[in-house]
């Protein structure tokens, strides 16, 4: 039987850390899950791939990844529909997902969390997933630094999720937000920058995007401005801006409703369609480094080393907890709340601002940020070193990867990792097809 070159190399391969196609499997399991697919209502003749038991066809197509199979497979034929829309499909994929690509050891998930990703739809969690494992790959990874854009310290950034796919954004010490198309990483540094903005008059602080698909991009900046953007073919288009009297450190940007954090100490709320303040807060004694909500909750943390947690509905403070380290960055992913901080912990609290779960980052010096996504959680360091992590609450380390300077700032979205530097780089590293 011929056998293509490539197909040599997956089957030999002596270095099965780096390959993704070696992955333990456990064929009781799998043997067992597969007797609960019932194909109803075959109205034709299984011939040739179709008569193969479920188990082995489920093996197959763990070698598909999730857009192919949603988008192509599906709709081969009436017996791959109901194959891919049943949730016992998707329930042994995403337990095969959260394999440690290293040691093949399982990645437990709570029973909350897995009803959490069922809600946002179990293809759609899975495909985050596998990208954000792909990472782990060393082997299969590109990274790019981007070092002739900012000349100060990239204090933030952001990669922007439809309608402005495959673009980011950096803002920085040198007072300039840059653009970035990342189809275009992997060519020459200098043509991934494909705009530069200098509307602002203060170092940049915070950066980010309405929430849900908005088309809106927000910057917060030492000048004490708020600049609201467009973002229309890879530039920022300006159509307005607040004064605030106070830096800007942090945002949290929902549909048609800012939040922003000041050095004053005030987490305030904005409304974009009306242009008027609809509240404003004073928990923390020291200026606010970052916030983040939910439907009825606000968090907020500050220089305090305070945790502190609003109530949207009784308008007023819920809880505020003490921690014992700076705490850089929040996230709410529901149904948890995501802490990091000095202490190099990453904590994760429920709604009612109990701790679920807390487990050390591995870092030597403090976390300077987080981002927290169905796919993963990501971290960054002043010890220089970005760690990629499961999203689950009890996190296994996937991949570690090393810059050259301390990097301020993270973001990761859809498979691809962005960190901004002191030393006025941005540094990408995404998984090579």
Known sequence: MFRSKEYQ????????????FHQEVDFKEIALSAERFSIKNRSFTLTGFQNLPPEIIFNI?????????LLHVKLVSRYFYDFLTSSDF?????????????TGSQIKISDCELTSLEERGLARSVC???????????????KNTVSSN????????KILSYPAA?????????????????????????????NTNNDHNGWIWTLNQEANGGTKIVSGSWDSFINFYEIGRGELEKISDIAVHSAILCTQFEPNFLLYGTYSKLVVGYDVRSATVAFKVKQHTKPVLSVASSENYIWSTGEDHALSCHDRRAGKLFKRIRMERISSSIQYTDPYLWVSGYDGFIKCFNQEMKLVSKFDSGHTLPITDMAHSTGATVTASKDGTVKLFTPNLKSNLWNSFMLDSVASCIDYKDGVVMAGCCDSTVAFWKYKN
């Open 166 to 194: 495959n673009l980011a954004i950096s803002g920085s010490r040198d007072k300039t937000i840059c653009v970035y198309n990342l189809n275009l990483f992997e060519d020459a540094s200098s043509q991934c920058i494909i």
């Open 150 to 157: 900012h000349f100060g310290d990239v204090h933030c950034v």
């Open 128 to 142: 985050e997933i596998e990208m954000a494992r792909n990472l782990s790959f060393t082997k299969s990874l590109i």
């Open 61 to 69: 197509l763990k070698f598909v990844d999730v857009k192919s199979l």
């Open 90 to 102: 998707w329930e042994m994929r995403l337990a095969s997902s959260l394999k440690n690509s290293h």
């Open 9 to 20: 190399e997956m089957e030999f391969s002596s270095d099965e850390s780096d390959v993704e």
